[in-house]
């Protein structure tokens, strides 16, 4: 089955990029994406990238994919307190047809004032 | 965007007892999917739901503990029997909207005592 792989804790410091980093196993993914948990909240879709694409970008958010690697980032610009959150990296599962999706950890950022 | 809830939004049961979640779409969607998020942890798929089909299960999930229905396209329920403080998590649905755009419900938090 599928494995995705996230650092678990972040810290940076308000103002500062940050960067999370996930890498995926399935190279024939059509999507993956980034979804953000706020503390006692559900799941918010943050933004997916397609597969032939290299980067796609949408005001802080900036997400690179590198296929060769099998590595996806998720770059957020002026971190904001309100930032602090749960990201995580998800990729269809091929085990549902690639419509269901495998989750990584999760990466916890804290952004400190 | 598809707008998703669930009902109740949590809940505190007893030991043995069975709970049912309802998920309620306001859109017409193909598939829906049931995951369980276990404190402190990701997102594990439970099992996809289809209209006028039974449900996918995953592995280490069966339909005795985990029955699900799927009446029409905009609702489905998933039913936790037989509960455990195991069993305390977050349970969430989500459906896939267009291509590549997966949302996910607010979730319902389980407490099992």
């Known amino acids: 089955g599928e494995d995705v792989e996230q650092s678990l804790f972040l810290s940076v410091r308000e103002g500062d990029s940050s960067v999370i980093n996930c890498t995926y196993t399935d190279s024939s993914s059509t999507y993956l994406y980034w979804y953000k948990q706020e503390p006692g909240a559900g799941l918010q879709l943050l933004t997916y990238i397609f597969s032939n694409m290299d980067m796609k970008q949408d005001q802080r958010l900036t997400v690179l994919l590198n296929k060769k690697d099998k590595h996806l980032s998720l770059r957020i610009a002026d971190t904001q307190t309100g930032d602090s959150a749960i990201y995580f990296c998800a990729e269809p599962s091929m085990d549902t047809g690639r419509r269901a999706l495998t989750f990584g950890s999760g990466t916890r950022l804290q952004v400190q004032p | 965007s598809a707008v998703i809830s669930q009902k109740p939004s949590r809940d505190i049961c007893q030991r043995g007892t069975s709970l049912t979640i309802q998920c309620q779409v306001d859109?017409?969607?193909?598939?829906m999917f049931w995951y369980r998020q276990q404190p402190g942890q990701s997102l594990t798929l439970i099992a996809t739901a289809n209209q006028g089909s039974e449900a996918t299960y995953e592995s280490g999930f069966v339909i005795d503990k985990f029955p699900i229905s799927r009446p029409n396209l905009t609702f489905s329920t998933l039913t936790v029997s037989n509960m455990s403080p195991e069993d305390s998590s977050i349970y969430l649905c989500s459906v896939e909207d267009l291509p590549g755009e997966q949302f996910f419900g607010p979730g319902t938090r389980l407490t099992v005592l």
């Open positions: 859109s017409q969607v193909t598939m």
